[in-house]
Nanobody, 123 residues
């Protein structure tokens, strides 16, 4: 079992930056791939980015490439999402999710979820 807790959301102006954290419990966290999804009101939960269990392989949605960076620290059991050059369309609740072994871009394939953290980007 893995428990996930996100933090770091908030209100920021367009062009600003935020860093989200996803802290995980469990000694086997190193075996889990982790992804970030986001969900705006009235919309589906969209894939943002993911990182492999080792941290060596990452994937990004086209909408965030070059602006967002995912990383993980398996000693601290934490995954980070550095978000730069934020845009109003990045406004959403951001969720981290974990699944064993490899990541996918579909939220339906993830077993464990955090409670979400709100990110609001003002224009």
């Amino acid at each position: 079992q893995v428990q996930l807790v996100e933090s770091g959301g908030g209100l920021v102006q367009a062009g600003g930056s935020l860093r989200l954290s996803c802290a995980a419990s469990g000694r086997t966290f190193i075996r889990y791939a982790v992804a970030w999804f986001r969900q705006a009101p009235g919309k589906e939960r969209d894939f943002v980015t993911a990182v492999s269990s080792s941290g060596g392989i990452t994937s990004y949605a086209d909408s965030v490439k070059g602006r967002f960076t995912i990383s993980r620290d398996n000693v601290k059991n934490t995954v980070y999402l550095q978000m730069n050059s934020l845009k109003p369309e990045d406004t959403a609740v951001y969720y981290c999710a974990a699944r064993p072994d490899y990541y996918t871009t579909s939220y339906r394939n993830y077993d464990y979820w955090g409670q979400g953290t709100q990110v609001t980007v003002s224009s």
